[in-house]
């Protein structure tokens, strides 16, 4: 949690003391605040129980670590080991760094600690609370003698204290309560410029002068950036608006004097574009340089600094450019409306109110990019697959939010917690923990596209892991509430990431798991628009015997295989019966030749297309003669190679292929033959054996090229010649590139032919394009797949990685971003082929659908875009 409101931590205090008057939580909470325990974010008041008021904890960001550690590596050895030496007696001997940490505090709600301390005669300590109980009802009784006093030394910084009573007396409400706050205009005014002086005269100034050891002027500029030039310029303007404040009593109009100023405040965009870098380097500085940390003690405690830590005077310029239009806008209401200020001020604020969204982009800007460059560093040193595909380097990547979660894991019998830092980027939810002082990632970054999210109001209790292990932050989940468990409880959310598991997650603040929620779900409403929709054609009632394969002839026939036989689908309604043969496993036709091919247990046959949608095979006199092809085969493949229909079948073991090539008889080309010749189908002598080949390592997919044939092998693709069967890589062997990518993790698994006339190769976590000769046509496109696909398919423009949980969309010109995810259960890809033919099944409901992707019209700039899109240099 990196910021909370003071509501939250009242209520969070309240929760914790067991008490239901939040007046002592507050009081609580602020004697923490008092030692350093956390800070309002803009350092400028104590902690209130309001939902508009932000704090933070003073904590060591690992980004700060990060910092420290990329600085050290600059050093030279000498001064690296003299560094590491002070980092590890402030770590390991409790040195000057930690004098400041309390080991306790002493809160009002608690009883005073020693022993002959009374409720009539307190102790002698002034935060004793029993001294402090006296001290009050003494005032109270004191009160009325001073209390007139005390209200005329409260009034003399406002306007109406400041003249005399014939000019209040004379004048309107409105009127008064406008010079209250013009007065309290230039009042602040001045406060900030002497602020701002401050700073200059006994910080910046010694700074440059080498009065701290180890710091120079490029740490002077580093961080106070260019309040110089800040100062000077509200110096000006509060010159000038005390001067129209001399001039008369009652301040007639000041519009013009701020609307000329207000245009030399675009300084101020400098510097709040430098604040989050600045806070950085800071807080590096403060961690390892003592000398730095005493000369701001000695700061902080002089009377000009009010005894305010640095960050609240580097704040003040953010934060005054942004009380501007708040004051200007109180000035307004009380201004009657045909005052020239009318017109005036409003197109200062206007100003100042661009300025100050410019000042808030270019910050949130900075922020976002020091935010992708610490978690990228932190990050380095885990697997490149999983990193890659967050892509830090993105400059359109944004930081959302980070903070500590308990994740529930249970995958254990009694179901441990581990304290996590969740991640949220726009793209992705990264888990991460920490071992051995180093940042790693808990299994895989989770996109947003690939998730769903749930969660429950309802509290959940957690109880300890085990009594002989009080020490242990490990917990165990309890979903009944026991008087006898001390341990605290919370509110829990779950993420489920497809195709891999899910996560739980704890939090005891309910505004914290609310947080949580509402980002991720903020994040899943900014996904990009469909650009495909599913459309669901067939419901196959029979769980028992499923469609195993699909196939589609050229005269728009649908013929469905499962463990029973062959079918035809009519009117996308029932199931017609053509062959009864069991476990057929893939279908391949070679219309041309009137040949259906069918791959049933593990052998391949031939029929006549004309014949099976004839229904002449229902018969089992006509298919009791039919022989088999080949048998043992995994795989079959049509094609046209070499000026040849070829057709191959696989076998294929864990360290070999034996492919064996089949060519049609050519008499079966002529249409008039195929009557006389019928006897051929009824038994399948149809084809010829042409030749066979073996590759050493085992076949996935055949795909035909002009001359040869290409074969994705689990280590590799190989390409075979047609006329000497010789093999080669399809790769270049000699691209250096393909060395470093293709190792042993990367496997095979489809390769497509794409309307550029190079080829797509798909493997199980990466894609690119190759030309004929093996070299990479499009070197700045390289896909990092954020999932394990079990297969592809590939329609131009669009890439189909398809899993059993969910069908990903890819754009084959943006290896970034995919476009679209398509959700469902056991999923299975039955008909891909050339001529774009895409179906594939799912269960829902209790029953098999069928179905296919259809892409949905996009309006001509989004497709322009799609095609324009930027092409990132890849890494390798």
């Known amino acids: 949690m990196q910021s909370f409101s003071g509501y939250d931590a009242v209520t969070a205090l309240a929760d914790i003391l067991g008490t239901d008057d939040r007046k002592v939580a507050q009081t609580t909470g602020q004697a923490l605040e008092e030692q350093g325990m956390f800070h309002d974010v803009v350092y400028l008041h104590k902690l209130l129980d309001s939902h508009y008021h932000y704090y933070q904890f003073e904590d060591l960001a690992k980004p700060i670590a990060i910092l420290e550690r990329r600085e050290t590596e600059r050093m030279s050895p000498e001064n690296r080991t003299s560094l590491l030496r002070r980092l590890s007696e402030r770590n390991g001997n409790k040195g000057e760094f930690e004098e400041s940490n309390p080991c306790g505090v002493l809160v009002e709600i608690a009883q005073c600690y020693s022993p002959t301390c009374t409720d009539e005669s307190p102790c002698y300590s002034y935060s004793c609370p029993r001294r402090r109980i006296m001290e009050k009802v003494t005032a109270e009784n004191t009160a009325g003698r001073f209390s007139n006093l005390n209200m005329t030394l409260g009034l003399q910084t406002t306007w109406s204290t400041s003249i005399g009573k014939s000019y209040v007396s004379k004048m309107t409400h409105q009127q008064i309560k406008r010079q209250e706050i013009i007065y309290e205009f230039i009042r602040t005014e001045k406060e900030y410029v002497n602020d701002l002086q401050a700073v ?15 710091i120079d002027s490029r740490f002077v500029d580093s961080v106070f ?89 580097l704040a003040r310029p953010t934060t005054r450019l942004g009380r501007y239009p708040i004051l200007i806008r109180d000035i307004l209401k009380n201004t009657s409306k045909n005052h020239r200020d009318q017109i005036l001020l409003k197109e200062a604020n206007t100003i100042i109110e661009n300025i100050l969204k410019e000042v808030n982009l270019l ?44 994740l529930i894991v249970y995958n254990y019998s009694n179901e441990p917690v581990v304290e996590v830092t969740l991640l949220l980027l726009d793209n992705v939810i990264i888990i991460t923990y920490e071992k051995n002082n180093n940042c790693h990632i808990y299994n895989k970054p989770i996109p947003i596209s690939l998730m769903s999210l749930s969660y429950s109001d309802q509290k959940r209790y957690l109880k300890p892991y085990s009594e002989g292990h009080s020490a242990t932050k490990r917990l165990v989940l309890n979903t009944h509430k026991n008087s006898n468990i001390g341990d605290g409880m919370g509110y829990s959310f779950t993420i489920k990431h497809l195709n891999v598991g899910s996560y739980t997650f704890f939090t005891p603040i309910l505004s914290e798991q609310k947080a949580w929620v509402e980002a991720i779900q903020k994040q899943q409403e900014a996904l ?26 050229k005269n728009g026939a649908l013929l469905l295989a499962n463990d029973i ?16 043969l069991s476990k057929i496993t893939q279908i391949e036709s070679m219309e041309q030749f009137d040949i259906l091919f069918i791959l049933s247990n593990r052998e391949t046959y031939a029929f006549s297309i004309e014949m099976i949608l004839k229904g002449v095979y229902t018969n089992p006199n006509y298919f009791k003669h039919n022989k088999k092809i080949s048998s043992n085969v995994s795989f079959i493949s049509t094609g046209f190679c070499d000026d040849k229909f070829i057709l191959c079948c696989a076998k294929a073991s864990n360290n070999k292929t034996v ?44 795909r035909f090229l002009r001359r040869s044939i290409c074969v994705a092998c689990t280590k590799s693709f190989e390409v075979v010649s047609i006329k000497n069967l ?122 098999q659908r069928l179905a296919t992707i259809e892409m949905l019209k996009l309006p001509p700039h989004v497709i322009q875009t799609q095609m324009q899109l930027p092409q990132p240099q890849i890494k390798n």
């Open 659 to 702: 492919v064996k090539m089949f060519e049609p008889k050519n008499l079966l080309a002529n249409a008039n033959y195929r009557q006389t010749y019928q006897k051929l189908y009824l038994t399948g002598d149809v084809v010829t054996n042409y030749k066979q080949f073996y590759i050493p390592s085992e076949g996935v997919n055949i």
């Open 528 to 553: 990009p628009k469909p650009i495909a929709r599913e459309v669901i054609f067939f419901s196959h009632k029979k769980l028992d015997s499923p469609v195993q394969t699909v196939h589609r002839l």
């Open 726 to 847: 010789t093999t080669q890589s399809l790769l270049n062997p000699d691209d250096v590139v393909f060395k470093n990518l293709l190792k042993s993790e990367y496997s095979p698994m489809n390769m497509f032919k794409t309307q550029q006339n190079d080829f797509l190769l798909c493997y199980n976590k990466i894609g690119f394009f190759i030309d004929k000769n093996g070299n990479r046509s499009r070197p700045n496109i390289f896909f990092k797949w954020n999932t394990t696909p079990k297969t592809f398919a590939y329609r131009s423009p669009n890439i189909y990685v398809i899993t059993s949980e969910f069908i990903s969309i890819w754009n084959e010109f943006d290896p970034i971003n995919q476009k679209q995810v398509i959700t469902g259960n056991s999923i299975r890809l039955l008909l891909h082929d050339d001529n774009h033919n895409l179906i594939y099944s799912k269960l829902e409901d209790g029953k």
């Open 363 to 406: 910050a949130g800007k900075e922020t976002n990019r020091l935010k992708m460059e610490q978690w990228s560093e932190l990050l380095r040193f885990e697997k490149k697959n999983d990193i890659s595909t967050v892509h830090f380097e993105d400059p359109k990547r944004e930081y959302i939010r980070e903070g500590k979660l308990s």
């Open 565 to 580: 036989g062959l079918y035809v689908l009519i009117n996308n309604a029932m199931m017609k019966p053509l062959l009864q």
């Open 225 to 313: 950036g260019n309040i110089e030039e800040i100062s000077q310029v509200n110096n000006d303007f509060y010159e000038n608006l005390r001067k129209i404040q001399k001039r008369k009593p009652v301040l007639e109009s000041l519009g013009d004097v701020v609307k000329e100023c207000v245009g030399t405040f675009i300084c101020y965009t400098k510097y709040g574009e430098n604040q989050p870098s600045a806070k950085q380097i800071l807080q590096v500085q403060k961690n390892k340089n003592i000398h730095l940390n005493n000369f701001l003690k000695e700061c902080q405690n002089m009377p000009q600094f009010r005894r305010l830590p640095i960050e609240s005077f």
């Open 200 to 214: 200059i005269k006994y910080m910046i100034n010694p700074l440059r002068k080498g009065k701290v050891i180890g």
